[in-house]
Structure formats: structure tokens, C-alpha cells
């Protein structure tokens, strides 16, 4: 597609309960990264997907949250058993390489995800 | 671990202005440095990206410069616009942190009529 594309755009979700948000990169990057920015917070790296690679995943908060990425292309970041605290904008990015490989990362609309 | 700050948090100038963001970071071993900024409730757009090896880059009335031994680089933007309000965030992709990219807090700039 011509950009990033992420969805939902908006997700309301009960205290407790699992969500799923979707990534779609720019065709042919290989490189899928996702953020989360909390309100009035700088953005927080969460994971990494870089081809075939085994993903970095320094940045996840805690293991309630996962990530896969199917076919070098969509990947889908996992929160299970919600918390208040997850409530945030979790923004997806793209590059064609690596972030050190000098190419620019693409940015997706974001997800805004309230647990209430 | 590096750390990178912009000052100001938030700035408010008047059509036609030009003016100077600033981004500080920490440690000095970077690959790169990129400019985004961030309209309210949308995602981030790039703006400009510098290489660790040079000292500006320029795109329409944007120019960003960086010196990596002060850890500094800044955004100037000429003429500004009302349409040039926005988050302006630097992000550092560095050395030590593999891929990922160590983003500012921001500044939240305000164009006047």
C-alpha cells in the first residue's frame, strides 16, 4: 500500500480482556518496528521485526504483551488481560532496513486504545 | 543509556517567524537522526533525515543540522506557517541500541495569525 496501515484506529476494551491491533507495512520494508506513546509521554520503543530475524524485544513492558509478524509483511502486537495502565496510542512504523542502515522509518495513524 | 531532550517543551511564535527547535542527546555514537512531527491525534510524518556522517540536510523552507561531538541538532524552520503547528519530535537511532529508534519528548510548536 502506499503507506502504513494500521487498525483499528480506535479500540475500547474491558479491564482483563485480550486485544489484538494490526499492522500493515509499506510493501517491500523490511523492517517493522511498534511504539506506544502514553498521553503527555515520549514514545516508548516496544519490539522489533527485521526480515527473518528472531525480533528484539527489549522494549515489551511486561510478558502480557507479544507480537508476531507473518510473512516478513502484517504483524499483530497482542495484549493479554488488559490493564488500565495499557491505555495509550500504539503507533507501527516501517523502514526498508534497520534504523542503524541510515533509512527512514514510515509511520502508520496509530491505534488509541482505551481500557476502561 | 542515552537520553534525548528538547527544549522547548512548547513554543509560540507568530506567522512569518522564523525559528530554531533544539534536540540534546547524551552519547555521541549515533548512526543517525531523524525529524518527525506529529499533528494532534495522528501518526508521526518524516521530516528530514541526517546521517551520523553529515552535517545538514534541507527540504523546502526545513533545514535540520547536527554535530554529534556536542550532541546537538537542531530544526530550523523559515517562514513559518500557521500549517507548520505540530509536535516536532527527534528521534536517534544509536549505536549501542540496535534498531530501534530513541525518540525526544518534543516540542510543541503553536503558529499565530
Known amino acids: 500500500g502506499a503507506g502504513v496501515s494500521q487498525s483499528p484506529s480506535n479500540k475500547v476494551t474491558e479491564k482483563g480482556k485480550d486485544v489484538e491491533l494490526r499492522c500493515d507495512p509499506i510493501?517491500?520494508?523490511?523492517?517493522l518496528y511498534w511504539y506506544r506513546q502514553s498521553l503527555g509521554q515520549g514514545l516508548e520503543f516496544l519490539i522489533y521485526f527485521q526480515g527473518n530475524s528472531a525480533p528484539d524485544k527489549s522494549g515489551l513492558p511486561s510478558d502480557r504483551f507479544s507480537a508476531e509478524r507473518t510473512g516478513g509483511s502484517v504483524s499483530t502486537l497482542t495484549i493479554q488481560r488488559t490493564q488500565q495502565e495499557d491505555s495509550a496510542v500504539y503507533l507501527c512504523?516501517?523502514?526498508?532496513?534497520?534504523?542503524?542502515?541510515?533509512?527512514?522509518?514510515?509511520f502508520g495513524q496509530g491505534t488509541r486504545l482505551t481500557v476502561v | 543509556k542515552q537520553e534525548v531532550t528538547q527544549i522547548p517543551a512548547a513554543l509560540s511564535v507568530p506567522e512569518g517567524e522564523n525559528l530554531v527547535l533544539n534536540c540534546s542527546f547524551t552519547d555521541s555514537a549515533i548512526y543517525n537522526l531523524q525529524w518527525f512531527r506529529q499533528d494532534p491525534g495522528k501518526g508521526l510524518t518524516s521530516l528530514l533525515l541526517?546521517?551520523?556522517?553529515?552535517r545538514e540536510q534541507t527540504s523546502g523552507r526545513l533545514n535540520a543540522s547536527l554535530d554529534k561531538s556536542s550532541g546537538r541538532s537542531t530544526l530550523y524552520i523559515a517562514a513559518s506557517q500557521p500549517g507548520d503547528s505540530a509536535t516536532y519530535l527527534c528521534?536517534?537511532?544509536?549505536?549501542?541500541?540496535?534498531?530501534?529508534?530513541?525518540f525526544g519528548t518534543g516540542t510543541q510548536l503553536k503558529v499565530e495569525l
Open positions: 512504523a516501517s523502514s526498508p532496513q534497520g534504523a542503524r542502515f541510515g533509512t527512514e522509518a514510515f
Open positions: 541526517i546521517q551520523s556522517s553529515q
Open positions: 528521534a536517534i537511532s544509536e549505536g549501542g541500541g540496535g534498531n530501534k529508534l530513541t
Open positions: 510493501s517491500g520494508h523490511t523492517a
